[in-house]
């Protein structure tokens, strides 16, 4: 696939450039080009673009940087794309692109349309993202909005970026919470049946949620569970329990249009037709990655699973872990981390070898050991990255957000997503980095003004379209597609000469780069903070056309300048609904 990206045309022409350098004898054959980067310019009076070239290649070529720049400068001189070169400081080769290079990057980004920025980075590389992976013990919290939210936009990204992904869930349906759960449901049986429950119980969960669990539980088996002793009826109510709410979790995700390819469960591991936990423990044993021992004591701040016995443990100190991990607990159940092992396992024998893990900020003491585990069990051939979610505020007009009747203990995402809608809810969930706290506030996400930055960015678009309808009434013979290549053959786009246009063409072109480097970093939140920059240009370009009317989009005696701008809007609105695709918002026509 050919790269729209204008920064990845001028990496291959500083290459080029490097070619010649080294067919000269000025380079040694074979030098390392993997260090050299083409980016934007901190000070955009240096010019459109900068290279270290010269910097980096110095060394191994036995030259001083600056007079590799200057060797590399006349090279850089000769063709159509850049129309000047300047040397600054020890040897940073400032760059700055000829009006054609970026009008032709407008006639790339309209002609590709919706495969604008796209890109074969990935090669086809299989990802697995998991996310959300809540415990059912609820529904979901504004909490798990935020980590779906990211895991379902980062997922888009590497998918538009060429790589193979798969969305998972891992049902966390084992250990001493979803028996709680089972105990709080059952409370919920007993009161279907007539019975005054009272207080609910401490330990226990008291939201209303778990209500139509025991309403159907009574409704279809009477009385019958009263008669049994808990070991007998837990397991039943504990599968319809954890049934329900994953059910209840599965609507709430599409109703943020969250999707996963595979969910999977925590108890098969254990419960399958074979014990995965056990058979990845003796795996690792085999390995010389498991062994029987003792914890020392441990120093200054204590850790949380250190018990002083003879135990089952990982070897994760071999792996740059502070402190070799328990596998079994002291009533010889699996630890949470054990079932984890078999769990990331089971996702490197599926092909994986890239893993990437959103996980609750309250995790990051949990990274050290799985990156461990994953080490181990790959051999070194698989990458975990885990993604930490920091917490979400819910404010209201600048307070804090009182507690859901529902749910008892916190705000549900279905009450968030029901009040604002989804669109605010997935696009400020991204306008800000995933490990700082965001502050949400519901008041101001429906707020029409630039500090609604969702509204901003939608009303970027629908201005955009806006001017295509007035302008097909003040030219009704207007192409009907402007990405149609005679069109673009024939529009005069070296007309979009002022400084206002070319600085948003720029913004434009732009896009790929962003894509790659957010695909790249696992960071979708780029994305967002990008198009609030995209549409703030072109809404300060709009309101120019107020007080210099030779910069409106519509010029009434003039088609071929109003067909060049509308060219120009054309890849405005190309990379806004692209964008807003990728984060899983809307791109509307016209704001209601």
């Not at 690792?284 to 850790?303: M, S, T």
């Not at 429906?446 to 201005?463: L, M």
Request: hydrophobic share 45%; proline share 5%.
């Amino acid at each position: 696939m050919a790269t729209s990206n204008i920064f990845v045309q001028i990496l291959d022409r500083v290459r080029k450039a490097s070619d010649a350098l080294i067919a000269a004898g000025i380079l040694p054959a074979g030098i390392d080009f993997s260090r050299v980067s083409v980016e934007p310019p901190r000070d955009p009076a240096h010019g459109d673009m900068a290279t270290n070239a010269a910097m980096v290649l110095a060394r191994e070529a036995g030259r001083k940087p600056r007079e590799l720049a200057e060797a590399l400068a006349e090279q850089l001189r000769t063709g159509d794309l850049i129309g000047k070169v300047e040397i600054a400081g020890p040897g940073f080769i400032n760059l700055t692109l000829n009006p054609a290079a970026w009008i032709a990057a407008l006639r790339t980004a309209v002609q590709l349309g919706p495969r604008y920025g796209k890109s074969d980075l990935g090669g086809g590389v299989r990802v697995n993202v998991e996310y959300v992976s809540a415990n059912p013990t609820g529904p979901m919290h504004i909490g798990h909005c935020r980590g779906a939210v990211f895991g379902d936009a980062l997922a888009n990204l590497l998918d538009f970026t060429g790589h193979k992904v798969t969305r998972e869930y891992y049902v966390n349906d084992a250990g001493a919470q979803v028996d709680q759960l089972a105990r709080s449901a059952f409370l919920r049986y007993r009161e279907a049946l007539g019975e005054d429950i009272g207080e609910i119980p401490e330990g226990l969960y008291p939201g209303e949620y778990l209500k139509p669990v025991g309403e159907a539980l009574a409704a279809k088996l009477g009385n019958a569970l009263l008669m049994q002793p808990e070991a007998e009826w837990l397991p039943l109510v504990r599968a319809k329990a954890i049934e329900t709410m994953m059910a209840t979790v599965r609507a709430d995700l599409a109703g943020l249009n969250v999707k996963h390819d595979l969910f999977s469960s925590e108890r098969d591991l254990v419960e399958g037709n074979i014990d995965r936990v056990a058979e990845s423990i003796k795996w690792l044993r085999a390995l010389g990655c498991v062994y029987e021992g003792r914890l020392p004591p441990p120093k200054g701040a204590p850790v949380e699973d250190w018990e002083d016995r003879e135990q089952t443990l990982f070897r994760s100190t071999a792996f740059g872990d502070d402190v070799d991990r328990p596998l079994r607990k002291s009533d010889g159940s699996y630890t949470y981390f054990a079932a984890d092992i078999a769990y990331h396992r089971g996702k490197i024998e599926r092909g994986f070898r890239t893993l990437i893990d959103v996980w609750g900020a309250d995790h990051g003491g949990y990274i050290k050991r799985m990156k461990a585990a994953v080490q181990a069990l790959s051999d070194g051939e698989a990458e975990l990255d885990v993604k930490l979610i920091q917490l979400v505020r819910l404010l209201r007009a600048g307070e804090p957000v009182k507690m859901s009747k529902r749910a008892g203990e916190f705000v549900t995402l279905r009450e968030v997503v029901d009040e604002v809608g989804r669109d605010a809810v997935r696009f400020m969930m991204l306008f800000r980095k995933n490990d700082a706290v965001l502050d949400f506030d519901l008041a101001k996400v429906i707020e029409q003004s630039r500090d609604n930055p969702v509204f901003y960015v939608q009303y970027g678009h629908a201005r955009g379209q806006s001017v295509f309808r007035n302008a097909r009434a003040a030219f009704p013979d207007l192409p009907a597609d402007f990405a149609d290549p005679a069109v673009l053959a024939e529009a005069s786009l070296d007309r979009l000469s002022d400084p206002a246009e070319l600085s948003l063409i720029r913004q434009i072109a732009l896009y790929p780069r962003v894509i790659e480097a957010a695909a790249a970093a696992h960071e979708p939140h780029r994305i967002a903070f990008y198009l609030f920059d995209l549409a703030s240009q072109f809404h300060a370009f709009w309101t120019l056309g107020n007080s210099a009317p030779h910069l409106r989009f519509i010029i009434q005696n003039d088609r071929q300048m109003t067909v060049a701008r509308l060219v120009l809007v054309q890849a405005l609105v190309t990379v806004l609904a692209s964008g807003l695709a990728l984060l899983g918002v809307e791109a509307p026509n016209e704001m209601r």
